[in-house]
Nanobody
Framework: QEQLVESGGGLVQAGGSLRLSCVASGRTFSSHTMGWFRQAPGKEREFVAGINWSGDNTYYADSVKGRFTISRDNAKNTVYLQMNSLKFEDTAVYYC??????????????????WGQGTQVTVSS
């Protein structure tokens, strides 16, 4: 029912910034919990950031807290991930995901119903 399309990935120098966007095609986006995950080569997919349906509650992995900001614009069916002070260790494919239900948590891969195709973020050291 829901298609997520990511954009904004690319190559950036360490210390720089990128903003990722994820646009949803469904008509119930405003009711979805949204999350960002990433997967580096040879590693499992890991949680990065999550945001509730209204955008007034966010949650971050310790590894990105203070550097990344998740936000959403329900009128545009879009969730964003602003990434500042990027490190080489942030290099990964970044995925957005949507959870149709309210759960009060964000960090579990299995809770999400829909996933984007991923966008590559590469940080040069």
């Amino acid at each position: 029912q829901e298609q997520l399309v990511e954009s904004g990935g690319g190559l950036v120098q360490a210390g720089g910034s990128l903003r990722l966007s994820c646009v949803a095609s469904g008509r119930t986006f405003s009711s979805h919990t949204m999350g960002w995950f990433r997967q580096a080569p040879g590693k499992e997919r890991e949680f990065v950031a999550g945001i509730n349906w209204s955008g007034d509650n966010t949650y971050y992995a310790d590894s990105v807290k203070g550097r990344f900001t998740i936000s959403r614009d329900n009128a545009k069916n879009t969730v964003y991930l602003q990434m500042n002070s990027l490190k080489f260790e942030d290099t990964a494919v970044y995925y957005c995901a949507a959870d149709r239900a309210y759960r009060g948590h964000y960090a579990y891969i299995g809770q999400y119903d829909y996933w984007g195709q991923g966008t590559q973020v590469t940080v040069s050291s």
